[in-house]
């Protein structure tokens, strides 16, 4: 109940930001939502690149969760997979979430929209589009910044989701219409990152994957990110 009322917030939120916008309207709106929509698309894959490199934590059966060689559904793994989460924090849960989905793609996409969003939207986009919902009420913020901001917004919150329908066979018209237009990346080519775990970690549009891939191969280069990482240990 407290997720989706947190969800409403910020689809009011986000609404009140598009209104702004709108009151103001300028062709530098068109560059600005591309802008607002790459910029997300290199957050998504930053994060990716770090949830997928930082080690989980140890001692606490994440290992034996990731190795388990039996039903996901038996008795024995849930009541595994209960008491390991509960001892360790959300932002743990989500690096062994990263680490989890590569043996098991698909998993990711049979997950529900509130589920994928439900983080990303409390700890980022909804802090943020209430800070731009009291920036235009106490500023005259141009309506083109505005706009990029509202590409940011729903290109941030929506990361995950758009992650799952890379995993997902069948998808709702929106999404197979933002392929073709460019706006978000095929199942093909996000096989590349699954493929070598080295590359092309953004998962939105990949208009960004070009510039991050350079940042990953200085920082694998320099071990800032390392194999080891990958996997979880005892």
Known sequence: MLMRFVLALFFVSLAANAAFALRDPSLWAIPAMLLGW???????????????????????????????????????????FRAAMARINPLERLVYDFKNHHPRPDALGRRGVVRLIGSTVLAGALPLSLLMNGAAKLWPVPGWAMAGMV??????AFAQYFHGTLH???NVWIVRAMRRAGLL???????????????DFSTNCGWSNPLLNRLFALAYRRRWLRDDGLEPVG
């Not at 590409?151 to 941030?156: K, N, P, R, S």
Request: charged residues 20%; negative net charge; glycine residues 8%.
């Open 185 to 199: 990346m095929t199942p093909q080519a996000h096989q590349l990152h699954h493929d070598t775990l080295r590359r």
């Open 151 to 156: 590409a940011l917004l729903i290109g941030g």
């Open 38 to 80: 790459y910029v997300a698309d290199m957050l998504s894959g930053a994060v990716h690149m770090y949830m997928d490199y930082r080690p989980c934590v140890t001692g606490v059966g994440l290992d034996r969760l990731y190795f388990y060689p039996g039903s996901r559904e038996s008795d024995e793994y849930q009541a595994m």
């Open 168 to 170: 997902r066979a069948q």
